[in-house]
């Protein structure tokens, strides 16, 4: 199973960009999408997180100018991110949790990709 995840680049503060995560292999189900940050220095973080019902959780700093939606039909997941600010600045990661055909559960990662946040 690989997630590979796109959209990243460079905005101007007040700015919009929407991610994608798109999830392929040998997929049972995937109970859970989640994209994760890391900017320089700092630990990696939970931005937000969609279960498979449609529930979502956000990090406090990205309530109300994030939002995460999938379409379950072809497993991926998107981070739609209005009024972006400089410290939004990081390299997003996409994560899931994925039940697959061959048995098991597993949590891959997908590669990153880069938001900057910068007039």
């Known amino acids: 199973v690989q997630l590979q995840a796109s959209g990243g680049g460079l905005v101007q503060p007040g700015g919009s960009l929407r991610l994608s995560c798109v999830a392929s292999?040998?997929?049972?189900?995937?109970?859970?999408m989640a994209w994760y940050r890391q900017a320089p220095g700092k630990q990696r973080e939970l931005v937000a997180g969609?279960?498979?019902?449609?529930?979502?959780n956000y990090l406090d700093s990205v309530k109300g100018r994030f939002t995460i939606f999938r379409d379950n039909a072809k497993n991926t997941a998107y981070l739609q991110m209005n009024s972006l600010k400089p410290e939004d600045t990081a390299v997003y990661y996409c994560?899931?949790?994925?039940?697959?055909?061959?048995?098991?559960?597993?949590?891959?990662w997908g590669q990153g990709t880069q938001v900057t946040v910068s007039s």
């Open positions: 994560n899931a949790i994925v039940r697959t055909e061959v048995g098991g559960t597993i949590r891959p």
């Open positions: 292999g040998s997929i049972l189900s995937i109970t859970l």
């Open positions: 969609i279960t498979s019902g449609g529930t979502t």
